[in-house]
């Protein structure tokens, strides 16, 4: 951003993975970054558990349910990621599935996988991981940070607005985020999911404009 593009002050968003990246950005680069959006957040280092809220301790135990439930493909992609590659690398049908699956676990359809996602969208994105040979390169980060060579990072002093569609993979509270970021804007959407920002790009849009205007 600011070697190659020359910006000497910006902002960041990001879901997911991209989530991650932002919250890097705004720890690394306070002088630079205004403020982050993020979809999601790390959990603190360390954490007394005399000192877990009520409300925290049940976010806790539905990761927990969540990770037994719903949680395979991450277990698989931080522990085997090239065993599962070459089957994926190998089956167009096998990389469909898999990356369907997903988009059915994480969206707020309600039973209709079609209301959010047309054929043609899964397609392109099956279709970005196969012609480029790039499904095994996207479990490494999986992987790596689950065997500590990704550095777990501390704590992000720039504002921060977290914003948590329902049908996300984790709610966590206010106090929660809190722990590791300084938390100016928290907002709990009424609809959406894991892939926001093409289930509800109007509520996600607002949600940045508002954030961001403040920090021009």
């Not at 009520?54 to 493909?73: C, D, I, K, N, Q």
């Not at 209709?112 to 047309?118: E, V």
């Not at 607005?161 to 722990?179: G, H, I, M, T």
């Amino acid at each position: 951003m600011h070697d190659e593009l020359r910006f000497g002050r910006y902002v960041a968003h990001g879901g997911d993975l991209g989530a991650g990246i932002t919250s890097r950005l705004g720890e690394a680069h306070p002088e630079a970054v205004l403020g982050i959006h993020p979809m999601a957040v790390a959990s603190p280092l360390a954490c007394d558990a005399a000192g877990v809220t009520p409300e925290e301790r049940a976010y806790l135990a539905s990761v927990a349910a969540w990770s037994a439930e719903e949680g395979g493909y991450l277990h698989q992609q931080s522990t085997r990621p090239l065993t599962l590659s070459y089957g994926l690398a190998d089956s167009p049908t096998g990389l469909l599935a898999w990356l369907v699956e997903k988009y059915r676990a994480g969206s707020d359809r309600g039973g209709d996988l079609s209301s959010r996602f047309s054929d043609d969208f899964l397609l392109t994105q099956a279709s970005l991981y196969w012609f480029t040979h790039t499904i095994s390169t996207s479990f490494r980060p999986y992987y790596e940070y689950a065997h500590g060579l990704t550095r777990r990072f501390e704590r992000v002093n720039v504002p921060t607005a977290l914003a948590l569609f329902p049908a996300d993979l984790a709610q966590p509270p206010r106090s929660w985020a809190e722990r590791t970021y300084n938390i100016t804007r928290y907002t709990r959407m009424p609809r959406g999911g894991h892939f926001a920002a093409h289930e509800e790009p109007e509520l996600l849009a607002h949600d940045l404009t508002q954030f961001f205007r403040a920090h021009r």
